[in-house]
């Protein structure tokens, strides 16, 4: 068990082993029907998914919740228990060994096609075991693929250790067969859109508790609560974390095991559907039609996939002085209790702290390095002369080969084998995304997407789209990267755009940064001081600071590195401003998300066709609605609570001081967030 001094657990001689070198060499029918007998937690009693579903709907907590709804609606307690019954049916897992063993031979050789190894840390799933005997677990993975949901329960029934249950979102239940397939391998499903359903709320979060206080199995969930269609961490979503807390808490089990799981990937295989998404385009629906057809990613190269088990988190010993467990014993355990603020704050930092762990174990592959590169390029390229200039491929290299030194330098985690040369190691990994770039005669260039056969001309604007959809695939890649440089960028903009060496001056503009690009990158709460030093300390080691007690300066020689930290940042930058412009327009007054998302981006297509605006990003509809979450946050934009949807009304002048501030136009004048 550790604390957070070093929250990671991630050691240089840390060690990757790939579980597909042995399936290679052997039988997949003999690793699925092997003897399997893991050690489960200590305190577990055997227990049946029946019988944990009895102990349930026989909760002292769900016959109190149960009468309660029914004084409520009216209906008689038997209709509402019935009602429980049905909802915790719909809901729960039915784990069975033989069906973990059909998808360990399944997914044996579907993973063999996909990837060319599954690297995971032995040290790590060594901690894991020990820890699944010691307390309660929960398994918390970040959350970019779908593959996520599969590859953690095959590396615990490959390494026998105990098949986890896993929160899966309720449009996976309803495709035929693989819904139950699903469900028999630990699977239990939640619906969307909860809303102030009061009985569903209590049937789940007694599900959840059971499972915890009773240590029936790991329990898996993402923190983010989505799969991230930007492959950059979301601001973490608190319900189920609530839940499985919720038992330390009350004092029903000495402690709490949280164990980060970072899972990296140099291609993520949904890539070109997450861009189409962020454009606009539907989601398909999750059907099992829709999952045969997509065989044809079989045939595809995914390169490699790095899975990092951090070091297991005690809740006690994190929590220890930050919650007072006492009110908890003012109730009788069976009773609803709402957390108090202090509860909420803490289980908050717990989250970020969480985050913050995944993405310092994340593992980065070349490609995501040449994405920073590329990007920046495309953005000092004109349109029209996108495909003829490009950038050279030995310019390209020379940038990486620096950039890998300054990521290194800044603690970054990477994936650079050392036997081939680097060229050839950068041609391999770019080589994975043939489908957005190439190199022709040794120019590096974009790929515009391909219209329909037999399509006709398209217009400009969709000109605009074609394009923006390869720039998000590989802002995606850029993406994974930003956590290492996002601290120190945000330094280099903060210099720059005060224009002064003031420390006092620099640190106020670094907070207004973290509380406004706080729904966009994950930041700590209470740390904006502990980041800032940090920004300095890297940026000071590479030499593109010096500092002092008053001041800070950024010296000639440290120009390369602080503009392209400032290139970084520069599509984001774009991207609010261009909201705040939207929003401060005349006839915008009240407004829903689904009125403003299309809007901006229609101003955007336009402002990229006319030269003003350089990046796509602002095209994207998460980072519009990451936006919207921080105006909400700040105060700039209230929203209007009505009957059917949520409208939101802006105000002007408030968002016209923010766009003003960001641009260095006005100098930081609110009081910082006492939360940073």
């Known amino acids: 068990m550790t604390t957070c001094e070093d929250p990671s657990g991630y050691k240089q001689e840390d060690e990757f082993m ?39 709907l026989e909760s002292q907590y769900l016959r109190y919740v149960t009468k309660e709804v029914a004084m409520e609606t009216g209906e008689s307690v038997d209709l509402v228990r019935e009602e429980a019954s049905g909802i915790l049916d719909e809901m729960s897992q039915n784990l069975q060994l033989g069906f973990i063993r059909l998808l360990g031979f399944t997914l044996s050789k579907v993973f063999k096609r996909l990837f060319s190894h599954i690297n995971i840390n032995q040290e790590g ?14 398994l918390m993975p970040n959350h970019r693929s779908y593959v996520d949901f599969l590859v953690l329960s095959y590396i615990l029934f490959t390494y026998d250790l105990p098949i986890p249950v896993i929160a899966a979102g309720i449009p996976l239940m309803d495709m035929k067969m693989v819904g139950e397939i699903l469900r028999r391998s630990g699977a239990f499903f939640i619906r969307r859109a909860i809303g102030s359903d009061k009985l569903y709320w209590a049937v789940l979060s007694e599900y959840v508790k059971t499972i915890v206080r009773t240590g029936y199995a790991p329990v898996e969930f993402y923190v983010e609560g989505l799969r991230s269609r930007t492959l950059k961490s979301l601001t973490p979503k608190l319900g ?6 919720e038992p330390f808490f009350k004092g029903e089990v000495y402690d709490i095991t949280l164990v980060p799981i970072s899972i990296s990937y140099d291609r993520v ?23 045969l057809k997509a065989r044809r990613v079989l045939e595809e190269d995914y390169g490699s996939m790095h899975v990092y088990f951090g070091m297991p988190l005690s809740v006690r010993q994190l929590t220890k002085g930050r919650v007072d467990r006492c009110e908890y014993n003012l109730l009788p355990r069976d009773l609803p209790h709402r957390p108090s603020v202090e509860t909420q704050e803490c289980v908050s930092w717990l989250a970020q702290q969480v985050i913050r762990v995944q993405e310092q174990s994340s593992i980065l592959s070349p490609w995501s390095l040449m994405a920073c590169l590329v990007l920046q390029d495309h953005q000092n390229t004109d349109p029209g002369e996108e495909q003829e200039k490009g950038l050279s491929w030995e310019l390209l290299t020379q940038r990486t080969l620096w950039l890998k030194g300054l990521a290194i330098s800044f603690g970054a985690r990477l994936d650079w084998p050392e036997q081939p040369p680097e060229n050839q190691v950068m041609a391999s990994s770019m080589a994975l995304h043939r489908s957005v770039i190439r190199c022709h005669q040794g120019r590096v260039t974009l790929l515009e997407e391909e219209g329909p056969v037999g399509a006709g001309p398209f217009t400009t604007e969709e000109g605009v789209v074609r394009r923006a959809r390869a720039v998000l695939m590989v802002a995606a890649y850029r993406n994974q990267a930003l956590h290492v440089f996002i601290r120190p960028a945000m330094l280099a903009l903060a210099i720059h755009t005060t224009r002064s060496s003031q420390r006092e001056d620099i640190y106020s503009y670094f907070r207004f940064l973290l509380d406004l690009f706080s729904n966009d990158f994950i930041f700590i709460t209470g740390r904006s001081s502990q980041d800032f030093e940090e920004a300095c300390s890297l ?55 689904r009125q403003m998302v299309p809007a901006v981006r229609s101003l955007a297509t336009k402002l990229l066709l006319s030269g003003e605006l350089t990046s796509c990003d ?42 003003d501030t960001l641009a260095g136009r006005l100098p930081v004048q609110t009081a910082p967030n006492p939360r940073l």
């Not at 894991?128 to 005997?133: E, T």
């Open 618 to 659: 602002a095209l994207s509809s998460d980072t519009q609605k990451n936006v919207l979450s921080a105006l909400l946050r700040l105060g700039a934009v209230t929203r209007l609570r009505t009957a059917e949807h949520s409208e939101f009304r802006a105000n002007k002048p408030a968002i016209s001081r923010l766009a």
């Open 125 to 138: 799933l060594n901690r894991l075991q020990q820890a699944i005997q010691e307390s309660p677990v929960i």
């Open 18 to 56: 790939d579980i597909l070198e042995e399936r290679r060499r052997s039988s997949d029918l003999g690793h699925a029907l092997r003897t399997f007998t893991p050690s489960p937690y200590r305190g577990a009693p055997p227990l049946s998914a029946g019988a944990l579903n009895r102990m349930v």
């Open 539 to 593: 940026l000071r080691k590479c030499g593109a600071v010096q500092t002092s007690q008053q001041e800070v300066t950024s010296p000639e020689e440290g120009q390369r590195t602080t503009s392209f930290l400032r290139a970084l940042l520069q599509p984001f930058i774009d991207a609010y401003q261009v909201v705040f412009s939207h929003l401060c327009l005349e006839d915008v007054e009240v407004f829903t998300e």
């Open 269 to 291: 295989l949904e890539e070109s559907l997450l861009a189409h998404e962020l454009l606009g385009v539907p989601k398909p629906r999750e059907t099992t039609m829709g999952l």
């Open 240 to 245: 189920m974390m609530h839940m499985v807390l």
